[in-house]
């Protein structure tokens, strides 16, 4: 008997959970199954909330597979000048001889075409650096003089330390005194009027000499004549 009695109590809580309750009655909505499993006791029902559903817009770059597929296309604001394609128009109608400095001087202009590339590249980068330093003719001067020597990393690492480095500083100071034999017109000519008869032993310290007084003293506009020790000798101290 008492496996009877169990057998139709589970039967019974089965059927509370799916349809019907086997004895023709639907069941309650689930908002009062509470009430009709334990008529009498109080209950705490949850508080629902309505729930604020968010929609997230999320644009992207598609793929090619993706095109007209509805995805949004990125859409990034980038600054540009107003007129500059018109500009960049215009100067390339300007610059259409080919004529400046840099058309055949620049660094790119400045290696040696039948070396490997390796060294290709490191004279072009050699004329780079020089280049930030001075002017496109003056960069095209020392890349062939060097060149001349041999342009490559051992040379380089082979070189003498005490080399003539002539730069306007020194190109200037040097005609100033009449240091060349005639008046030169580039850092390049300078140097080489200055290896013909300055004293290799002081090739090193010259440059670092001038450059100084030509930045204190020697000054490119008005030279400070009045406090130059050299005002008597200079052949130029008169003309400032
Ligand atoms: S006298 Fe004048 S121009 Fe001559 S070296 Fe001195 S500062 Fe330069």
């Known amino acids: 008997m008492k496996a009877a009695v169990r057998m139709v109590t589970r039967s019974q809580s089965q059927a509370t959970g799916f349809g019907s309750l086997g004895n023709g009655e639907e069941p309650p909505p689930p908002g009062n199954r509470e009430v009709a499993a334990g008529k009498g006791r109080k209950k705490h029902r949850p508080v629902k909330r309505q729930r604020k559903v968010q929609k997230l817009h999320v644009a992207y770059e598609a793929s090619d597979g993706e095109k007209n597929e509805g995805t949004d296309p990125l859409e990034v604001t980038v600054w540009e000048p107003r007129d500059w394609k018109q500009e960049l128009a215009n100067i390339r109608t300007m610059r259409s001889r080919k004529d400046a400095p840099v058309d055949q001087l620049g660094a790119e202009h400045c290696y040696d075409s039948s070396a490997p590339p390796k060294v290709q590249r490191y004279q072009v980068l050699l004329a780079l650096m020089l280049s930030s330093q001075t002017k496109d003719q003056v960069t095209a001067g020392a890349m062939q003089r ?41 850092p390049e000519e300078t140097c080489i009027a200055l290896e013909e008869w300055l004293p290799r032993e002081l090739w090193s310290e010259v440059n670092g000499l001038l450059v100084g007084f030509g930045q204190q003293i020697c ?15 200079c052949p130029s101290a008169q003309s400032f």
């Not at 000054?219 to 000798?233: G, I, S, Y």
């Open 219 to 233: 000054l490119p506009v008005h030279p400070r004549c009045q406090t130059c020790l050299n005002k008597t000798l």
């Open 146 to 186: 060097l060149r001349a020597r041999g342009l490559t990393v051992d040379s380089i690492l082979q070189t003498d330390d005490n080399t003539l480095a002539v730069d306007t500083h020194v190109h200037r100071i040097a005609n100033r005194l009449r240091w060349t034999k005639r008046m030169t017109r580039s």
